[in-house]
């Protein structure tokens, strides 16, 4: 009876192993290969962060250039004028109508930048985290605490991502409040009349609020700017957490961050 041959997966597991050292060419082929240094891959281009990175240093310089920061508000002037301008007969309406178009232009570039979950995750576990350290140093065991340091390392970790996620979103706002806001004081030192009625009195927006130098209208805009920033800002944090919520079937926000990181 003929001698049954090996399973090709038998004749792989009992055949010897080629040596390199019996083989100059796979010997060099091995040493090229060891010598030579991993490249580690080339940074992809980001048109977004071109951007953010060109607003934010366009914002600087116009802080110091008056030329460059009276002519980008001159562009922005240039939509702006025919649209919310009112022949310069409303310059309180003017002023909030730009109000609400610059804070609702930095409110939604603040939201595309910044992940409202992730930011409620790790508030959550910072919380939690607090708790549990506080715990552990009050127990006055060494080890426990030392347990501890690679959660709190990861949720530093986490948060400086947040941090950095939301700074991005400031180089647009940096931008627009420098544009607007210059725009704005352009608008009223154009117009023939700059004494406005508010509450009963006659006021004149250029002139200067004793007794700090700077304009009427600049502590009116702010009035304007400040509040609708934050409606803007929550109205659109609160839309992500519920597209969020609806998506996993969560109920409350406070159930994204007790989801856990892979929620």
Do not use: C
């Not at 009276?70 to 109508?97: E, Q, R, W």
């Not at 950095?164 to 030192?189: D, E, N, P, R, S």
């Not at 009625?197 to 200067?208: C, T, V, Y």
Request: glycine share 6%.
């Amino acid at each position: 009876m003929a001698a049954q041959l090996p399973l090709p997966s038998d004749a792989d597991e009992t055949a010897e192993p080629l040596s390199t050292a019996d083989d100059p060419e796979a010997t060099e082929a091995s040493t090229t290969a060891d010598d030579k240094p991993v490249r580690p891959p080339a940074p992809t281009f980001k048109v977004s962060t071109f951007l953010l990175t060109f607003l934010f240093i366009l914002g600087l310089w116009m802080i110091f250039s008056t030329s460059t920061r009276d002519g980008v508000a001159t562009t922005f002037g240039l939509g702006l004028a025919p649209l919310i301008g009112f022949g310069h007969n409303y310059l309180l309406g003017t002023m909030f109508a730009a109000a609400v178009i610059e804070m609702l232009l930095t409110a939604i570039a603040y939201n595309w930048t910044t992940d409202w979950v992730k930011a409620a995750k790790v508030q959550s576990w910072s919380a939690a985290f607090r708790k549990v350290q506080m715990a552990a140093v009050k127990s006055g065991k060494k080890d426990r605490v030392e347990a501890l340091k690679p959660h709190q390392a990861e949720l530093t970790k986490l948060s400086g991502e947040v941090s950095i996620a939301q700074l991005k979103g400031m180089a647009v706002t940096w931008f627009l409040v420098i544009a607007i806001y210059t725009w704005v004081g352009l608008f009223i030192a154009a117009s023939t009349d700059t004494v406005v009625s508010l509450g009963g009195a006659q006021i004149n927006l250029l002139a200067p609020l004793h007794p700090l130098p700077i304009p009427v209208w600049f502590l009116l805009f702010t009035l304007y700017t400040v509040p609708l920033s934050l409606v803007f800002r929550r109205l659109l944090k609160h839309y992500a957490l519920r597209r969020y919520e609806a998506a996993h079937g969560l109920a409350t926000p406070a159930a994204i961050g007790a989801a856990g990181p892979g929620a």
